[in-house]
């Protein structure tokens, strides 16, 4: 039987956060359009992305086996507020687990974060957060403390916070190294992975990585 879109057993919130600029919205792109895009602008409102997947979770090895469903980005032009539940409904990024369907609604920021702007109704709710920083641009990696800061004031204390370094490709400007963030990361109790969107490294993998991890949480 066809399941409809609005079934689901689960329902995950997971944000993204981190600096301007870090290259958020490239990562959400590139794992559910599997685009890039190098002159990415900032959207009006709040940008959400979702995608059909499914993958198996067993003895904790996750394997995609269907990768290519149908893949939706909805642009909801207004601010965050204004989001409603029923547009989620239209946009399921649904996994099956143990028999359990699960929708993942994957949150991306319209640039507020460039005034520090972000309302409590972006953390609302959400079960994992995947926290961005640059790892050509140090600062970046700094502001990484108040944005963990900001995760404690205004989220779930059970949220399950991944650290993505991104943009590896850019080698020869590296300027983060990969045990330090390594070392913040469990000193801080963080998940730890490194990107690039541009070269569609390790973003599928931060995704399932952080979906695993929440139904292992929640179930
Ligand atoms: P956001 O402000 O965090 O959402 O960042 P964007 O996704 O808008 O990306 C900011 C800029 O960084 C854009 O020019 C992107 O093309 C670029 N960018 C994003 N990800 C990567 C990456 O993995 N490698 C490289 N070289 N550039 C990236
Ligand atoms: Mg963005």
């Excluded at 920021?109 to 140090?138: C, F, M, N, W």
Aim: hydrophobic share 40%.
């Amino acid at each position: 039987a066809r399941r409809l879109d609005e079934d689901y057993d689960y329902l995950f919130k997971v944000v993204l956060i981190g600096d301007s600029g870090v290259g958020k919205s490239n990562i959400l792109s590139r794992f559910t359009r599997n685009e890039f895009c190098l002159e990415s602008k900032s959207t009006i409102g709040v940008e959400f992305a979702t995608r059909t997947l499914q993958f198996l979770i067993s003895g904790g090895i996750y394997k995609l086996y269907n990768r290519k469903e149908k893949s939706c980005y909805l642009f909801v032009a207004r601010e965050l507020l204004s989001w409603r539940a029923n547009s989620a409904l239209r946009s399921p990024f649904s996994i099956k687990v143990e028999g359990k369907t699960i929708k993942a609604q994957i949150w991306d920021t319209a640039g507020q974060e460039r005034y520090r702007a972000i309302t409590s109704a972006y953390y609302r709710g959400a079960l994992g957060a995947l926290l961005v920083y640059d790892v050509t641009k140090p600062t970046t990696f700094e502001n990484v403390s108040r944005w963990l800061k900001e995760l404690r004031d205004h989220a779930d204390s059970n949220i399950v916070i991944m650290l993505i370094g991104n943009k590896t490709d850019l080698k020869h400007l590296r300027a983060v190294a990969t045990e330090d963030a390594q070392g913040f990361a469990e000193r801080e109790g963080l998940s730890f992975i490194e990107t690039s969107a541009l070269e569609a490294v390790n973003v599928e993998k931060a995704f399932q990585t952080i979906l695993g991890e929440v139904y292992r949480i929640i179930s």
